[in-house]
């Protein structure tokens, strides 16, 4: 004969409700459950989800604005800066100092998932006979939006900057990756969460633009006060020396080539958990500590009983006392 199927056979310990035996097994009850929240409340950071991480990458649109600058001295050996940009906004407030340039951009999606990976901005800005430029900055605003778990959409700015340190240059590369910086984690229920459409960065579109808002240093500090933000890295840059002069005291220089490269990776995203996320972690981290407890509770009572340290009364079951078809004999 061959077993096909075995099932085990229990002994039952039965008590009357005012015994030891069965406060003893009230007591294994409560302890079975009271322990294992209590371990678990105490040993974990935080029994209570209160913030959660999780990996995306947001979708970046480019909103065609541009703001810069040149810093150099001209063929008299004077300072002089070169403001240029794409609004029109912006240039109605710079004479003497604005230069149109010629701004060319391209978005790269390389996964042909339907969002950007990268950016590439090239700048040119025309330079007159005997400029020579010591530094450039070159600020570029975006559209961010995250889609998944936290649903959010903002502005942000990236910002350049580089010199020769004092070596007159023709090119600026900038090569970099754009990074999240959150002092605040997002929320993740309801609608599309617009942290900043009141005070959006650099906005002609509902007053008029003053020469102050369009400064650098105001428009960094104005960033930064947002509690979320979209942060421009540089990692990799190159200066170009300009050439030898060829033309006068100081040469001939056309134009300054600022180059630009964003690259968006994935990113950590902070937010708040739902009720029902932060539920369901709190039940895996007491459930994890339970089955152990329960475990050695279970040979405790073992132990106990069988042994009869309490009072009880202990019948062995049978084949008979299952339900079902009778078992046969071998």
């Known amino acids: 004969m061959v077993e096909v199927y075995h099932e ?9 409700r005012f015994s030891c035996a069965y406060f003893f097994f009230l007591l294994v009850g409560l302890v079975a459950i009271v322990v294992p929240f209590f371990l678990a409340y105490t040993n974990v950071p935080s029994f209570w989800l209160k913030t959660n991480t999780y990996r995306e990458q947001p979708k970046v649109a480019f909103q065609y604005k541009v703001l810069g600058n040149l810093q150099g001295v ?10 240029f940009s794409s609004m029109a906004d912006v240039e109605n407030l710079y004479s003497g100092e604005l230069r ?7 978005e790269l999606d390389l996964n042909r998932d339907g969002m950007a990976d990268q950016f590439h901005l090239t700048a040119l800005i025309p330079l007159r006979k005997g400029e020579r430029v010591l530094h450039a900055d070159l600020v570029t605003f ?3 939006k995250l889609r998944r778990r936290a649903r959010v959409h903002m502005d942000a700015l990236a910002y350049s900057s580089g010199g020769g340190g004092g070596m007159a240059g023709k090119a600026l590369y900038v090569d970099g990756d754009v990074g999240l910086r959150q002092r605040w984690p ?5 609608g599309y969460y617009l942290p900043y459409t009141k005070y959006p960065l650099l906005d002609p579109t509902d007053h008029e633009l003053t020469l102050e808002e369009t400064l650098m240093p105001n428009i960094f500090y104005g960033y930064r006060n947002r509690n979320n933000t979209m942060d421009y890295h540089e990692l990799y840059k190159v200066w170009s020396p300009a050439p030898p002069p060829i033309d006068g005291p100081f040469g001939v220089r056309e134009e300054f080539n600022f180059t630009m490269v964003m690259r968006i990776p994935e990113m950590e995203i902070l937010y708040t958990p739902t009720a029902s996320e932060v539920l369901k972690d709190a039940w895996i981290k007491y459930l994890a500590l339970f089955v152990v407890v329960k475990y050695l509770l279970e040979k405790l009572c073992a132990f106990v009983f069988y042994n009869q ?3 009880t009364t202990m019948r062995v079951e049978t084949a008979q006392h299952r339900s079902g078809v009778k078992a046969t004999s071998l």
């Open 142 to 144: 975006y559209d961010v």
């Open 309 to 311: 340290l309490v009072d």
């Open 100 to 106: 149109v340039p010629t701004l060319r951009s391209i």
């Open 74 to 83: 001209d063929a008299d050996g004077r300072n002089f800066q070169i403001v």
């Open 8 to 16: 085990p056979l229990a002994r039952r310990y039965y008590a009357s």
């Open 186 to 190: 997002f929320r993740a229920k309801g």
